[in-house]
């Protein structure tokens, strides 16, 4: 897509994009300035008409909401039962784990000389993250693998049981991503949830169940099976696409790769410039509140506005030479995360620190590494996935 995003941010960087009904269109934000100016004003663009491209109705969204979805007090308050969880200081006590993680994984990999880099690293590594903050055993995980793959890969054919836009997709449209695995994660969640109510876990589950909200209103059924899911599939996938893209990144340029090996005290600046090459998520979706002007260009209430967080990343009146990677670049301004906005990823320092730790780990041990087949991409217009990254390395 991204000669396709040149071309509208040049061009006509507010574009009206017209789409068959019931979608009726929407707004392609393509410049970095229009997306920070909508992502941080949530009061004219809002995420509670849903933040990707499908239409959904009032009573519709009132099942499927999560705090993704939600805006004003009520998504503080949700963001709040969590967010020390997320803090630098949190997340730093698990630099320890994560290395041990990381370690053995990478060890498991690295033996077998030629492997598919998705399969044995990037795949499972942030979800074992997430099963111990959420307290769930290391043979659950496989399970939330499988329903991450099947929930965010629905519009691709090797992960999808049930492709979303497929005349069977409507029968689930009552769930999130129109998945039937997402009924399988609600089961799961539910059954945590009545082990753990009343106990005194401190994992995230336990907080959910045992935490009274801020504002008195407690979680209903509804508002736990989205919370649990929105943390089983945001914390996943992208975390996986991040680290596998920017291994491909290194792969193709090797003198960067030289680069970090010669020094690694370069790589916290470096994963800054993975997660912008990597943009695992294109966009998110806003909706106008009211008519408003955005970049010369009439937008009117009830219209979709997509947040092009890839096309922002490459955007060239912000980052020098935008297709150069350049594990140096600093500063580096980029939306992998969203930018200013009440919604801004609340795992994004877990995010980093796992990247961190994995190039960390992994450098060291290698002498030489090499791609040995086709990349092969996951079919999405939302997550910017790789599935398969063959490689053969040579151990340090
Ligand atoms: C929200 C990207 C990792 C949990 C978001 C948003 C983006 C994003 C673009 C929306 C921002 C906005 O609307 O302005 C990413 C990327 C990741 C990543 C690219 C990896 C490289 C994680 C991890 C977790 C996580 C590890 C942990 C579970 C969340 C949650 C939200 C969110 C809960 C919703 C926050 C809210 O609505 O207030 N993420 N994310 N993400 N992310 Fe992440």
Not at 203 to 226: A, E, H, I, R, Y
Not at 239 to 251: D, F, G, K, N
């Given at each position: 897509p991204w000669r396709m995003f040149d071309t509208l941010r040049r061009h006509d960087p507010v574009h009206w994009?017209?789409?068959?009904?019931?979608?009726?269109?929407?707004?392609?934000?393509?410049?970095?300035?229009?997306?920070?100016?909508?992502?941080?004003?949530?009061?004219?663009?809002?995420?509670?008409?849903?933040?990707?491209?499908?239409?959904?109705?009032?009573?519709?969204?009132?099942?499927?909401?999560?705090?993704?979805?939600?805006?004003?007090?009520?998504?503080?308050?949700?963001?709040?039962?969590?967010?020390?969880?997320?803090?630098?200081?949190?997340?730093?006590?698990?630099?320890?784990?994560?290395?041990?993680?990381?370690?053995?994984?990478?060890?498991?990999?690295?033996?077998?000389?030629?492997?598919?880099?998705v399969k044995e690293v990037s795949a499972d590594f942030p979800i074992n993250v997430l099963a111990r903050m959420?307290?769930?055993?290391?043979?659950?995980?496989?399970?939330?693998?499988?329903?991450?793959?099947?929930?965010?890969?629905?519009?691709?054919?090797?992960?999808?049981?049930?492709?979303?836009?497929?005349?069977?997709?409507?029968?689930?449209?009552?769930?999130?991503?129109?998945?039937?695995?997402?009924?399988?994660?609600?089961?799961?969640?539910?059954?945590?949830?009545?082990?753990?109510?009343?106990?005194?876990?401190?994992?995230?589950?336990?907080?959910?169940?045992?935490?009274?909200?801020?504002?008195?209103?407690?979680?209903?059924?509804?508002?736990?099976?989205?919370?649990?899911?929105?943390?089983?599939?945001?914390?996943?996938?992208?975390?996986?696409?991040?680290?596998?893209?920017?291994?491909?990144?290194?792969?193709?340029?090797?003198?960067?790769?030289?680069?970090?090996?010669?020094?690694?005290?370069?790589?916290?600046?470096?994963?800054?410039?993975?997660?912008?090459?990597?943009?695992?998520?294109?966009?998110?979706?806003?909706?106008?509140?009211?008519?408003?002007?955005?970049?010369?260009?009439?937008?009117?209430?009830?219209?979709?506005?997509?947040?092009?967080?890839?096309?922002?990343?490459?955007?060239?009146?912000?980052?020098?030479?935008?297709?150069?990677?350049?594990?140096?670049?600093?500063?580096?301004?980029?939306?992998?995360?969203?930018?200013?906005?009440?919604?801004?990823?609340?795992?994004?320092?877990?995010?980093?620190?796992?990247?961190?730790?994995?190039?960390?780990?992994?450098?060291?041990?290698?002498?030489?590494?090499?791609?040995?087949?086709?990349?092969?991409?996951?079919?999405?217009?939302?997550?910017?996935?790789?599935?398969?990254?063959?490689?053969?390395?040579?151990?340090?």
């Amino acid at each position: 897509p991204w000669r396709m995003f040149d071309t509208l941010r040049r061009h006509d960087p507010v574009h009206w994009q017209p789409e068959p009904a019931p979608n009726s269109g929407f707004w392609a934000v393509t410049r970095h300035a229009d997306i920070v100016r909508v992502d941080r004003d949530p009061s004219t663009f809002t995420s509670s008409r849903f933040v990707n491209l499908e239409e959904v109705d009032d009573d519709l969204m009132a099942i499927r909401r999560s705090m993704l979805e939600t805006d004003g007090a009520r998504h503080q308050v949700l963001r709040k039962i969590l967010q020390r969880d997320f803090s630098h200081r949190a997340v730093a006590q698990y630099e320890v784990f994560l290395r041990g993680l990381t370690g053995r994984t990478l060890d498991a990999a690295l033996a077998k000389g030629r492997f598919d880099f998705v399969k044995e690293v990037s795949a499972d590594f942030p979800i074992n993250v997430l099963a111990r903050m959420l307290d769930v055993p290391e043979s659950d995980t496989q399970k939330l693998i499988d329903w991450g793959n099947r929930i965010i890969g629905n519009t691709d054919p090797d992960y999808a049981d049930v492709l979303l836009h497929s005349e069977e997709s409507d029968r689930y449209r009552d769930l999130p991503f129109r998945s039937p695995a997402a009924l399988e994660v609600f089961a799961y969640g539910r059954e945590l949830a009545a082990e753990r109510r009343g106990g005194t876990g401190t994992d995230l589950v336990s907080k959910l169940v045992n935490q009274p909200p801020s504002d008195g209103v407690p979680l209903s059924d509804t508002d736990f099976d989205n919370y649990f899911l929105l943390l089983v599939v945001a914390g996943n996938e992208t975390t996986r696409h991040a680290i596998s893209h920017s291994m491909l990144a290194l792969l193709r340029h090797p003198d960067q790769l030289d680069r970090l090996r010669a020094d690694p005290s370069l790589i916290p600046v470096a994963v800054e410039e993975f997660l912008r090459w990597a943009s695992p998520v294109y966009h998110f979706r806003r909706t106008a509140t009211r008519d408003v002007e955005l970049g010369g260009k009439q937008v009117r209430a009830g219209d979709k506005v997509v947040l092009w967080f890839a096309s922002g990343n490459r955007d060239e009146d912000v980052f020098a030479d935008p297709y150069a990677f350049d594990v140096t670049r600093s500063p580096n301004d980029h939306v992998t995360f969203g930018k200013g906005s009440p919604h801004f990823c609340l795992g994004n320092t877990l995010a980093r620190l796992e990247i961190r730790v994995m190039f960390s780990e992994l450098l060291p041990r290698l002498a030489d590494i090499r791609l040995t087949g086709d990349v092969r991409r996951v079919r999405s217009n939302f997550v910017n996935g790789i599935k398969e990254l063959p490689v053969e390395v040579t151990l340090a």
